[in-house]
């Protein structure tokens, strides 16, 4: 159909941009041929010069419910003027304690208490403090180590760096955390390729945890973290199998399990969790980008009961958890996610990201027989896209595909070297799955 939307008038670019050294991202690079966005409405970017851009990344998996809804900014803007800020620590407001009962009534049972803090990368380093404190109170302080998972992404602090196993985040940054380790990633291009959903190989992955329990014993290892779909590296569903193993392994060491649902919460793969998805109720589990989509800064922990209790004895007067951040739970954070939740409750959006997967799937999977494909794995409504490398310059085309897309091709997606991939809001249309599949192959063909 054609759009007869009016296109949104320019807007005044500044003349310098050397003064913002930006993050991830190529800033020589990127300042001599800007990607500069103006605004948003439901799928779409406008850009400076008045480009209207289909977003297939859902702004960075964050936007699951679309972009410009009123009843989050009008939510956010009511908020302001009525309570701007209040202090977490030892004040409340009624509207973090709504929310945090309404996360809890959407996660699988057992995970009934939320700690919040500002992002995703928080969150990791949240639910690390918590497993190395949980095992002190226990009387396990020999429980220290930490295990990642190679190709895992858990933001940018250092414990969660510490975990990651991305190299080019890691190689930087010296030594980072000591006794830390990593599981194997699941991915076997091999035996995996062109998966829909949760590759059948690869469920044995998760018995190296086996191992690394016998060479550093049980009783050092506070807890296992990992990303029910890895997102950040390219889209690595987890095998079919993978999780229920580790859940097993974990629990007969006495090792918690964490899930880091930074991407995967709040619908991407048609629950409100994967947890849910997966039936593996993990000790912790971190969310973020969802929650808000996108509107605010939030991120959180989701706890068992078993751990919060643990930390409720001694004095009352005391406090239990010496951890917390300025703008935890931040009243406008708090006003911009109730009024998400109701939008994806009232609009049925997970249900409706179950109900596209199939058909996202196969639209996505057409794109096999293109210029440099190698490999394409989709779950929920996100896909990756592997194109072969440049010899010699690794990533380089998945960074022309990133500019051809935008400057040539009127759509935004997301590049992990040479990985493209595709996480568009939930409310995306058939006909729109169509349209972002065309523009990808043209994006495809003109990096061959």
Known sequence: MLDKSPRPATVSVPNDLAAHWMPFTANRAFKKAPRLLAGAKDMHYFTVDGRKIIDAAAGMWCCNAGHGRTQISEAIGKQAAALDYAPPFQFGIPQAFELASRIADLAPAGLDHVFFCNSGSEAADTALKIALAYHQLNGQGTRTRLIGRERGYHGVGFGGTSVGGIVNNRKMFGTLLAGVDHLPHTYDREKQAFSKGEPEYGAHFADELERLVNLHG???????????????????????????RLREITQKHGILLI?????????????????????????????????????????????????????????????????GYTYSAHPIACAAALATLDIYRDEKLFERAKMLEPKFADA??????????????????????????????????GFDGLNSAFHDNDIMLRVAGDT?????????????????????????????
């Open 218 to 244: 049980a009783s050092t290892i506070a807890a296992v973290i990992v990303e029910p779909m890895a997102g950040s590296t390219g889209v690595l569903p987890a095998p079919k199998g993978y999780l229920k």
């Open 420 to 448: 493209l991939a595709l996480t568009p809001p939930l409310i995306v249309t058939e006909d729109q799955i169509g349209e972002i599949v065309d523009k990808v192959a043209k994006v495809i063909r003109a990096v061959a």
């Open 364 to 397: 996505v999977m057409s794109l096999k027989g293109e210029p440099n494909v190698v490999d394409i794995r989709t779950v929920g409504l996100t896909a990756g896209i592997d194109l072969a490398s440049r010899p010699d310059l690794p990533g380089k085309r």
């Open 259 to 323: 899930f880091d649902e930074v991407i995967t919460g709040y619908g991407r793969l048609g629950f409100a969790f994967a947890a849910e998805r997966y039936g593996v109720l993990p000790d912790m589990l971190t969310f973020a980008k969802g929650i808000t989509n996108g509107a605010a800064p939030m991120g959180g922990v989701l706890v068992r009961d078993t751990i919060h209790d643990a930390f409720m004895s001694g004095p009352e007067h005391v406090v239990e958890l010496t951890h």
